[in-house]
């Protein structure tokens, strides 16, 4: 498989060693909207991802099979494919936790992207593995365990509950301070932590995510 190729499926995480303090080399906007289903569970997380112009014209060469410097809808559905398969192995960046427990993610069905401009853009719905009650402390997130892509909300309202199982609930956006996650675990984010190019569950500790208590 073509180094492009594997760079959308682990977004190059897992092709090349990272050094200590690894930093991000690919970006992207998000937008998560957390649904509530109609039998008090947790229903589906939809995302919005835009991908940075540098990642996006990579892709274009690499997926413009016809060479016509755009991407065609047949392109744009292997492009998806690609992704739908390959990020299976990093649970679609996708973090559910419920009373801080873990929980898995299905894959979906299926990854719409399009090219508006010159920037990528990844349309997708995800469900939890098995149900999930609106109730306790709930957190969802959206991060890259390599730390490879890092993965912006540009503002809060980017993270919302939406749907009326939701209307008895409290929910917060918390974003870690970098330097106050690092003081706090220091004894745990070692240079180890920082070099493994597979990612650890420790990352999440920087991501962005919504909490919310029911």
């Known amino acids: ?15 090349m060693p990272l050094p200590a303090l690894a930093h991000p080399h690919i970006f992207a906007e998000a937008r998560l909207e ?17 991908f940075d112009e540098v990642f996006s014209s ?3 060469l690499d997926f413009d099979k016809n060479t016509n410097l755009k991407l065609d809808e047949n392109e744009l559905a292997e492009l998806g494919e690609v992704m739908r398969k ?3 192995d990093y649970h679609y960046f996708t973090t559910i936790t419920m009373n801080g427990a873990n929980i898995g993610v299905q894959q979906p069905d299926v990854i719409h992207v399009s090219l508006e401009g010159s920037q990528i853009l990844v349309i997708f719905a995800i469900k939890p593995e098995k149900p999930v ?4 402390k709930l957190a969802f997130g959206i991060y890259d365990p390599s730390m490879y892509t890092s993965i912006d909300f540009p503002t809060d309202g980017d993270l919302v509950a939406q749907g009326t199982g939701f209307s008895h609930c409290q929910h917060k956006v918390v974003r870690p301070d970098p330097d106050e996650v690092l003081s706090q675990n220091s004894a745990s984010l070692t240079d180890a932590f920082f070099s493994d190019p597979t990612g650890t569950d420790m990352s999440k500790l920087f991501a962005t995510r919504l909490e919310v208590t029911c």
Not at 133 to 136: D, I, S, T, V
């Open 1 to 15: 498989m073509r180094y492009k190729i594997s760079t959308i499926a682990a977004l190059a995480a897992t092709c």
């Open 133 to 136: 009650p609106l109730k306790g």
């Open 58 to 60: 990579s892709v274009l």
């Open 34 to 50: 957390v649904v509530a289903g109609n039998d008090g569970n947790l229903g589906e997380l939809h995302n919005v991802w835009r």
């Open 86 to 88: 390959s990020l299976a």
